[in-house]
Each structure stands twice: as structure tokens, then as C-alpha cells.
């Protein structure tokens, strides 16, 4: 038989997982993990596609260790678990990079540049971190196919999102609106609503009041006062576009007389109106004149604020159901051009449409102010509150705090604006997302009713098109002569309709079918026989991710791999896709299949700085989270690993690099002792586990209650997996590790195993240990890949050339019911308290545990009396006592009169009484052991193995020597001493070789000398 390696007490971790790595790379170990679950049931996985033009971060990492840890778990739990890797290529973040490159600045300066450039530049920059990616991947232990690897940029991913988009097409989904969209204007370009909702900050901005004068009768003007409408707004530069004030029909309104502000010294008067339950705005005193409806007020017209042309009837009072009057003063300034209520409202109204910005939200000719002809509209707030003010029409100016949108990918301001977009017609699918969202299990779960549950109830259309460049081309013709619209829904139907073929190369594997080459294929027109020329648009990179299930297969074109992969059984990303990738998958989904694109999906919280600051590019403080895997005193392992146990994985981790090692220290560490334990004993007595069968029921109490806490443990691991409860499946896991396995059972078995003949017990000893390393090695796989793997390959591998070849082909442990002993787990429970109860008794009278003492004494019920007593030695040996005694509740009175007992109560029925008193006996053997472990101490200064035999010399005074005396044997025994001798001040000679050391026990002074004792000497 082949035997166990024998292993460093500190090993290289680094190394480790790096052998692993090749390991796995030379058995094909993650294929055959896939293939050897053929015909088995399929744990179905979607990849959310990262991006590589950009390093991962650490929350990046952070998902691939999550998605890691449940597929590894699923595909040991007998689940064949396919892992497609994919590649996010298109969209504004792209081409924002590919700009800064360019030192560009617009969509101008790009089609200056070439369009056909400036793709290829986008193209080629898509995959300039792969390499990163990859590695990184690759190093954390994430499995998953990376050699094929779905990309959105590829042409069979843009057929099916073709196919798709013309799915939605023919259900009269997808249109083109003239709508108030939300605007990016340095992207130059629309952002759906789950993008808005990605980019809100809060943010001062004005807040001014502004007098709109009505306009009277010619012959009134003169004698009567002005009468204003006063409206509020925190956007200034909008006014340009102003149209129309609403008021609200059933509200009432006032008309109040104030002191005309800016000239007070001529004491004229003026007139506002504004709602009766906002006269809060108004400042200093004012008088009500008169009451009055809000539709009394309709029709009313005011004088145009600046000279804008505008298209269409305008300038007048109306009325409409949106104004509240929870701010502001009732009245709201309408622009259509720049709000989506205001564009709607005088559409419904047939008024006129004035839009002086241009696309890139800057000021026209229109504006009648040289000064701000091109100014950014936003930048212009200032110089425009200024302007009223000396026209004498702001009542008053101050700042608002509130949320405003934010371009969530270059941080502008967005603007909403009138732009004619294409659409999905999300809203009209409200009813069906709702339901399919009830057959989705989230996770946390008030995800599913709250954040995400929300947004869905309050969908809105999703804005499609992207007046951009690097995209999914919009897949929709438009006839020049007659205006029909057509959309193609794959490559073929494209060849057979078009006119011509423009592309760089007529065969399929060199088509590309992004701009600008299908900007130039035109198709006949089948109604008149016209031109059909492509809208420019690409659509928005978030449908590109979201038809992913089905695109990734290139459905329906090749179809057997998409059935068997749909819906998936999980995903997971960070919180932040909950209106990204986990919304426009079930978008998509819902409206090409009507039915949910993923069963479970759990939603990981951010990573933050040890502040607590979200870690960004911009802010400067991401960690190079890579250096971590190859820091001594981390690694893949430990980084896993404290992702894992940190916190829920729903939680926000605030990233402490020393808390890493931390982690580490506390379970690897104490599962790789253990290990070490176990290699080095097993290595002496050439233990071998296949050569002995013991049945568990045959063990002692000690190794029967480890297989059961064993088997308790892993049924809790199991619940909380199932649950995605990570952190406490890894607690529970070191619990086991550090409290049960290390502390308790280990420390109090290694007699057992110091023991140099064989005997049965020493078997049990043995046995069990391997056995529970060998299920903690699978029980901890899906977490630290690593160090389970290099233990699995030692303590299984080694020995048996039949086990499976790697502890990631092993089935996941199932708990053996019939090995939990939870009477044996309770009482074991109720011993270490007791332990605990009897420290805390010595340690209140300042008795060290190394000094002996008489008895202990349990009081409790006769039912636990009988559970427990089975346990005596144990806690004999951890008080140290020469004996325990158990006794009914009922006597407890007895014990507590008596001086020489110290009580202590454990429990309402539990009470441990220690004798404190010490007689010469005791003093002696408390001495002794206090000589104990300085040779023990001086064993380890000079790195003695384990089982070195020793020779020690000794000089004290008398009760030094007689104690030493008395108990040779078990100084002997305890510190594997050949011999022990008096002398060593006296004899130079004898000292030779002696490694020496001068010790202060309680008063006394010893010398101890120690010196490795070689057989053949
Ligand atoms: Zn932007
Ligand atoms: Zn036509």
C-alpha cells in the first residue's frame, strides 16, 4: 500500500492551490465533474456576462466565488451542471472608453472619425482584459467554460436577438414613439427606465418662483393692478420651452394682493394666484381677494416669458389631474419638450411644441440671448434666475435638495427631453411580469414584493433604440416612398429581401452585421415595390444580456440546446441588476415566452472599503483584489473563505484585507491541524483506514459523538445551502471545525492516539478521526476548493487507486440519520458547560488548572445523572480532578454549607460544586505538571517531532525532588522522557549537548535541561 505524504506543520497555501490548479488543468477534472453526471437531472445556470474592457473588481470576484460555490455544491449534490461562460461586448461603455482613447467628444466627431473605424476600434478594445479575466477567474477556482464562451457581439447572438426582437414585432409590442425620454446629452442618447433608476443622487439645485403676468383687456391695463400666476420650478433652463400652467380642476385657488417687492418705495400693488393650501410660499403680509376653482382659471392666457418661436396655439391656463400640491404653489409650468406629463398633456390639449436645445443639451438660436446660444442648459440656471430678476418676475429664489437622475454609466445629468425613440411595450405586459415574477423564489425574499415587485408595478415602456454605434442593429426597415415598416428577423430573410449585399466579404463567416455595413443594405419594398432604407438606431445593451438564455444557443435557429436549458435553475449578480440583468431577463423573457427566464435568483450585496464607502473607479479606492491569491497568508482559499462567512451574502461587505487572514487563521488553519494531527500519528503506527471496519455503534461515547455532531452538522450545511444561507452553512462548518473536531474531541483523544501498542480503541481513534476529515474534505469542497483537494488527494488518493480522482467527483455527504445521537450531543453539551462552570470556580480562587484538586461534585437530576455519568472521565480529566461525584437536587444544601466547595450554577437544575482545598499531596502534583509543560515549552524551542524521545536532567530543591520522584512515571510518560536525572550543575560534562533553561515555578527555582535522545547512540 502506497502511504500518506507526510505534510509541513505550516504549509505553503500559495503553492498549494497552485499544484491544484494544475491538477485540475492535466485530469480535466471540471469537464469530467460535468460528464460524469450524463442523463442525471440538470441544475440549469445562466453567466451574467461581464464586461472585459475594464479589470474585475472585488465585487466581481465576489460573484464568481458565489456562483462557484452553488454549482459546485449542485453538481456533488448528482446534478449535471453545464457552465456557458459569456461575454458582455456592446453599449455606451464601450464606446465611452473608445472616445477617451479618440479624445473624442460627440457623435460628430465619431462620424468624422468613420464610423466603420471607430467600430473596430470598439470591437478590439471588447476583450482587452480577457487575459485579466480569465486568470483571475481561473485562480479564485471558478469552473466554468471559458473555451466557448457566448458573446453578444457575435452574429448568431445578434440572429436570435433578431429573431426575438421580430417575435415582439409581430405582437404589435415594438414602436416608435414621440416621447419624453430620458436623455443622456454627452452619450447623446435615450436610457431606459431601469438604467434611470440606476443613476439617482441627491443633489441642490434652484428653486425659484416665477411670476407668469395674465394678460388683461387693453383698456384695463392701465387703471387695474397686474395679476400673475405664480408657478415654481427647480429646472430654470426649461422655461424657454415653456407652453402652458396647469392648475388642477378641483382645487381652490386664490388670488392674494401683495406689496409689489422690487419697488416698494412706490407702493403699487400686484396680484398672485396660487393654490389656497400653498400660501405658505408667499413671504411678508399679503390680503385674500378672492376664492376661486382652478377650472374657473382655464383658458386664461399670460404673457410669453422670453421670445421663443413656438409652433402652435400656447400661453394659456389649463388644467390637469397630475398637479398636487404638496410643493410649489399648484400651478406647474409646462414644457412640453422636456417632461413626459407636460409633452402628454398638451398633446391631449392640441397645443404647441417649442424645443430650443439641441441634442447634445445645449441652447439654439432660438433662445433670444446671445450669451447662451450653446451653453450646456444646466450650466445656464444661473444667468437665467438672474434675467427674471431684473424683469422683476421672480418672486423668490433659494435651493432644493432632491433625487435627480444621474447618466449611470458617465455621470452627466440626464435631461428629459422630446426624442422619437423605439419602444417595447412593457406596460401593456405589467399583468404578466407580475405573474411570472410569483413563480420566481428571490433571494433575500422582500426583494420579490419589494424593490423589484415595485419597479414592476410601476413598468414602464422599455425605450429600445440607442442613436449610437456599437449595438445590435436595430433590425427595422422603413420605405421611403410609402413609409411602411418592416423587421427582419434573421440573416437569411435579410439575403432574400435585399437589394443589395454590401458587405465586406459575401461569405456568412465573415459577415458583419454591425454598422455601418448594414446601414447600406436596402430592401424592396413589398408594398409598393419602394426603397426600404434601416433606422439608424442600435438597440440597448441591456436586451443584448437579457436574451441570453435563448441567444446563447443561437435559438430558434439551432433549437436542442435551448430547450434543455431553459428556464435556469439559478443566477445570481449583485443587487444593482435587480433593475439591470435580473429585469431585462425577465423583460425579454416574458414577452417573447410569457413565463420566467429563472426559477432562483439570489442577489448579492456590494463591496465596500473598510469605511464603508461603495468601492469605485472614480473614488479611487478599489483594492487589486488579484494580489490577494498570491499574498502569503491568503490565497484563493481564504479569500473564498471570507467572502463566504463574513455576512449574508445578501449583505453589503465592508472589504477588510486583515480580517481575511483572520478568517483564515481561525478555520483553514485549524482544519489543516487537525489534518496534520492525523498524518503524522497515522504515519507512525502505518495506520491503514481500509484495513479496518468498525462499526460507529461500537466506538466510545467520544468518537460516537463526534460522528454525530459530524452528521448534525452536515444536515444543517445541507438546509442552509438550500436556502442560500452561504454564511451560516460556513459557520456551522467551522463551529464543527473549531469547536467540536479541534477543541473538544481532538485535544481530549490524543492520548489515544500517543498510545504505542495497537489496540482496539486506539482503531476507534483513528478511524473515526479519518472518517470525519475525509467527509469535512467533500462537506467543504464547494467552499475552499483548494485545501480540500490537496487533503482528499493525501488521505484518499493515497491509499486507494479506485477512489474518484478528485474530491469535486465525490457525492455531496448526506447526514446517516441513524448516527445522531442528540441525547449523547446534549449531555456532551451539558459536560463542557460544566467544564466551563469549573474553570470559572478555580479561576475566581486564583487555582491554576495545572494544579489538582480533590473532587467535583454534580448536582442535578437523577435523569441527567444517568446520561451524564457515562461522560465522568471526560470531565474528570478537563478539572482536573481525582474524582467526580454526582448527587440528587435534592442534597444540594449539603454541599453549599460546606466551606471547601465552591458552587457553581450551570443550570436551574444544574449545579457544580468544586473542592478548592489543597494538601501536600495535591501542591506536589500541581508542581510536577507545572514542570510538564516547561519541557513541553522547551520541546517546541528547539522543533523536536512529535515522538522524540528525550533524556531530561533537573536541579531544584527538595519538594522539587521528591515530587519528581514520586511521579517519574508520569513524567516519563507525558513528555516522552527516556530518563530523568538530578544533577546538572554538578556535572559539566553530563550537560553536553543539553539544551537549558532556568525556571521561576511559583517561588521556587528550577533548572531543566533537555536533550533529543538518539536509538542508536
Ligand atoms: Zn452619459
Ligand atoms: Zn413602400
Redesign the pocket.
Known sequence: MAYFKSEAQRPNFIQQEEEILELWDRNKTFEHSVDRREGCEKFIFVEGPPTANGLPHPGHILTRVVKDLVLRYKTMCGFRVERKAGWDTHGLPVEIEVEKELGVNSKREIEEYGVEKFNRKCKDSVFRYEKEWVNATKRVGFWIDMDSPYVTSDNEYIESVWWSLKEIWNKGLLYRGHKVVPYCPRCETTLSSHEVAQGYKDVEDPSIYVKFKLRQAKEQEQEQEPVFMLAWTTTPWTLFGNIALAVHPEHTYVKVEVKWKEKADEKKKEILILAESRLDALEGEYEITERLRGKDLEGKEYEQLFDVPVEGKSHRVITADFVTLDEGTGVVHIAPAFGEDDYEVCKEKRLGFSQPVDSKGRFTSEVPFPDLEGAFVKDADKRIIEMLGQRGILYKESTHLHSYPFCWRCGSPLLYYARESWFIGMKSLRDNLLANNEKINWYPSHLKYGRFGNFLENIEDWALSRERFWGTPLNIWI?E??G?ECCVGSIEELKERAKNFPFPQESDANLDLHRPYIDDVLLK?E??G?VMRRVKDVIDCWYDSGSAPFAQWHYPFETEKFKQNFPASFITEAIDQTRGWFYSLLGVSTAIFDVPPYLNVLSLGHILDEKGVKMSKSKGNVVDITSIFNKEGAGADALRWYFFTVGPPWEDIRFSEPAIAERQKKSLNTLWNSYFFFITYASIDKFNPNAKKIPVDKRSAMDRWIMSRLNSTIKGVIEALERFEIHLAGRRIEDFVVDDLSNWYIRRSRRRFWVTEENFDKDCAYLTLYEVLVALCKLLAPFVPFITEHIYQNIVRTISEDALESVHLCDYPSPDESLVEAKLEDSMDLVARLVEAGRRARADEGIKIRQPLKAVVVVCEAEKMEEVSGLAAILQDELNVHEVQFADVNRKSEFSDMENYKQVDVNDETTLFLDVSLDKGLREEGLVRDLVRRVQGMRKDIDLEYTAKIRILYEGDEEVKEAINRFLDYICEETLAASVEEGMQISESKREGFYEKKWKIGKKEVYLGIKHEIWNE
Open positions: 420605405c416612398k410609402c411602411v419594398c408594398e409598393c419602394g
